[in-house]
């Protein structure tokens, strides 16, 4: 079971948005953000923009600013759920490794993937030690799908975006969750609401084995 992190988990905006509005370059990076859901810019680019603005901060402050990313409601609930019902919830996502680890420690989330910041000497560089893109994601769900003997048919993913196309594309049933046109004409079903736990219905069907 596959979660998407920005405009999923972070409503209305993305974790790394939110954290250029304490680095000062929020501005920007929106910007950049715009031109990748356009198809203009790739998300090496985007990275390697927002990375500069990290230089010379402090791994510590970063993490406590994550204390206050504005999440949707029922995280914990549908993570919660999951388990439950034998399934694995990872975070699939193209945010920022030090949100995914934020996150998956907080709710209980299995795995994550996502780019990776430098650091040096407990301080973000401002360079990117590892790139991620949308087919990056989809390669780590189906490694790890793989790696507990599932079939990519046997997997979900929840989503809003472009960077989700390749995953839903991979998966036997994708949940387009307050998303845009394009994630929505790929997904099985689309969702919107304001809880998270408005997708449970739609990933019943992997329970019950219904398509």
């Known amino acids: 079971m596959f979660f998407d992190v920005d405009g999923t988990l972070v ?6 948005a939110f954290l250029a509005g304490f680095l000062g370059h929020r501005e920007e990076l929106t910007e950049a953000e715009d031109a990748y859901a356009r198809g203009a810019l790739d998300n090496r680019r985007v990275s390697e923009l927002d990375a500069a603005g990290w ?9 406590g600013w994550l204390d206050e990313l504005p999440l949707i409601a029922g995280i914990a ?11 694995v919830p990872f975070l699939a996502t193209l945010a920022w490794s030090p949100v995914g680890g934020h996150l998956s420690e907080r709710f209980g989330f299995h795995a994550f993937c996502g780019p990776r910041p430098e650091t040096a000497g407990g301080r973000f560089t401002g360079r990117v030690a590892r790139h991620f893109d949308e087919y990056g994601k989809r390669d780590f769900a189906l490694a790890q799908a793989r790696g507990l003997g599932l079939a990519p ?12 196309l390749p995953l839903f594309a991979s998966v036997g049933l994708s949940v387009a969750f307050n998303a845009g046109t394009d994630a929505r004409a790929a997904a099985t079903v689309a969702v919107d609401g304001g809880d998270l736990r408005e997708v449970i219905p739609a990933l019943s069907r992997l329970v019950t084995g219904a398509r």
Do not use: Q, Y
């Open 55 to 63: 230089a010379g901060v402090p791994e510590k402050r970063v993490a």
């Open 11 to 16: 409503p209305g905006t993305s974790s790394s």
């Open 77 to 87: 609930e549908t993570v919660a759920w999951c388990r439950r019902h034998g399934l």
């Open 153 to 164: 048919g046997s997997c979900a993913a929840v989503g809003d975006s472009r960077s989700d």
